[in-house]
Structures are given as C-alpha cells and as structure tokens.
C-alpha cells in the first residue's frame, strides 16, 4: 500500500512538471510568433502555442495539485491565453480558484 502511495505521488510531482514545461514551451512558441518573419511562420508558431495551452488546460483538471502549484500554473496559462489573443487567437482566459474554467 506504501508503495502505491509513492508512486502516486511521484505521479502527481510528474504531471506537475509536465504542466509547467508545457505552458512554457507555449509561450516559447508566442515569443517565436512575435519574431516570425513571414505571416506562415507566425500562424505556425501560433497554432503550436495553442496546442500547448489546450495541452494543458485539459492534463489540469486531471492534476492533483495543491494551491500553490494550482495558482502559479493559471498564472502562466493566464499570460499564455493573453499572449495567444494579442497575436489573434480568441482563447477563454478565465482562470478561477486555480483551475481553468
């Protein structure tokens, strides 16, 4: 039983890590939309920060994660939603008590 704990835990701490990276490789992917040179490079790149937001949004309401974690990942998915419209991408930027709405 122990050792389920554990590993669940340890499942949680991934996922987590997992949560974060992805919401940062999609702001990776805003900055790159910024600085794309032709209108195809720019939708590229916007449309794989996109992914990576949806990605995330949707593996959170999977997550166990306590508060902290919870308010600091909406926030990076907050500034990412903000990012994506400011390029034209209408995405739903309502984050409330730590999880997406």
Not at 45 to 64: P, S
């Amino acid at each position: 039983m122990r050792d389920s704990i554990a590993t669940w835990q340890q499942v949680d701490t991934a996922l987590s890590r997992l949560l974060v990276i992805e919401a940062e490789i999609g702001l990776t992917f805003t900055q790159a939309a910024n600085a794309a040179n032709s209108t195809g490079e720019c939708l590229h790149n916007r449309r794989l920060a996109r992914q990576a937001y949806d990605n995330a949004r949707n593996w959170m309401r999977r997550a166990r994660l306590d508060d902290t974690d919870a308010k600091a990942l909406c926030s990076k998915l907050e500034l990412l939603g903000n990012e994506l419209c400011r390029l034209g991408d209408p995405v739903g930027k309502s984050c409330r008590s730590g999880k997406p709405a």
